[in-house]
C-alpha cells in the first residue's frame, strides 16, 4: 500500500462496470481526505475510459457511509474548494458515465447529498439517511441546497436540511431519492442485475443520454435542437445502425 492510498476503497472491474465498495468497517465508512482523494481518481480514471459503461458505489458491513469523519475533516491545514472533499464533489458534478448507488445501512450527511449526483439509486430496506448539517453548525453541501428542493420540492427540503431528522428507506423512496427498495439480502443481487443491464447498453449512448438528463433548465424548442444534433450524430453512428438492423431482423 502506498502512502496515498487508505486500503478502504475496493476497486474491481466486473464486465465493463466499476464496482467501488468502501471497506472502513469499522468506522461505518466514514470518509477521510485519502478516501476522498482515492474516490475521485477512481471516478476520473473511469471517466476517461470508454470501455467502463458505468460505476458502482456502494458500502461494506452495515453501512453505505456515516459521512465526514469529524477528527480527519477537522485536521485539514489549508481549508479550500480544492480540499480532497469538495475535489470529489466537483468531479461528481462533472461525472459522465452513470453512477449507481447501493445503499445498504447509514447514509449519513455526504451519505446523503452524494445520491443527489447518482443517476440510479437502489436501498436496503434497513438503510436510514439524514441531513444532519445544521445540527453541527454547518450549511449544505455537495449543491443540495440546489438539488434536494428541485427533487423533493421547497418545502420538503426545508424540513430536511433545516431540522436534520433521519429518515427511513420508505421515506426516501417516497421523496424519489432512490429507485428502489429491496429487502437486505436481495440488494446485491439487484445491483449485479442493474450492472449487467447497463453493461448491455451503448457505452457512447449511455453518457450522451446523461450529459441531457443533467443539463440545467433551458427553453424547451434549445433542448429540442441539442437532442436533434446529438440524436443524429447518433443515428450515423455503427452501432446504433447494427441496433437497428437486429431490431429490424426479430421484428421479421
Not at 472491474?13 to 475521485?40: C, F, H, I, P
Not at 438503510?127 to 454547518?138: C, E, S, V
Request: overall charge negative.
Amino acid at each position: 500500500m502506498n502512502k496515498h492510498s487508505s486500503g478502504f476503497v475496493k476497486q474491481e472491474v466486473k464486465q465493463g462496470v466499476l464496482w467501488l465498495t468502501l471497506t472502513r468497517t469499522d468506522k461505518k465508512n466514514a470518509l477521510t481526505q485519502t478516501m476522498y482523494l482515492e474516490l475521485s481518481k477512481a471516478l476520473q480514471d473511469a471517466d476517461r475510459d470508454s470501455s467502463i459503461s458505468a460505476v458502482i458505489l456502494t458500502g461494506s458491513g452495515d453501512s453505505f457511509t456515516a459521512g465526514n469523519d469529524l477528527h480527519d475533516f477537522l485536521a485539514i491545514e489549508d481549508l479550500d474548494d480544492s480540499a480532497p472533499p469538495f475535489e470529489f464533489l466537483y468531479t461528481l458534478s462533472r461525472l459522465s458515465v452513470p453512477l449507481v448507488a447501493g445503499v445498504n445501512g447509514l447514509s449519513i450527511g455526504i451519505g446523503t447529498t452524494i445520491l443527489l449526483h447518482c443517476d440510479l439509486v437502489y436501498a436496503s430496506s434497513s438503510a436510514t439517511f439524514a441531513l444532519p448539517f445544521i445540527n453541527l453548525g454547518l450549511v449544505p453541501e455537495a449543491a443540495s441546497s440546489l438539488l434536494l428542493p428541485k427533487l423533493v420540492g421547497h418545502l420538503r427540503a426545508s424540513e430536511l436540511l433545516l431540522l436534520g431528522d433521519s429518515f427511513d428507506a420508505s421515506a426516501a423512496l417516497a421523496y424519489g431519492l432512490v429507485n428502489k427498495v429491496v429487502a437486505p439480502e436481495q440488494l446485491a443481487v439487484e445491483l449485479e442485475q442493474v450492472a449487467a443491464a447497463l453493461a448491455s447498453k451503448p457505452r457512447a449512448g449511455l453518457r450522451a443520454a446523461k450529459r441531457l438528463i443533467k443539463e440545467q433548465d433551458e427553453p424547451v424548442a434549445d433542448r429540442i435542437e441539442r437532442e436533434a444534433h446529438i440524436f443524429i450524430k447518433a443515428l450515423s453512428s455503427e452501432t446504433a445502425r447494427k441496433a437497428i438492423a437486429e431490431r429490424l431482423q426479430r421484428k421479421k
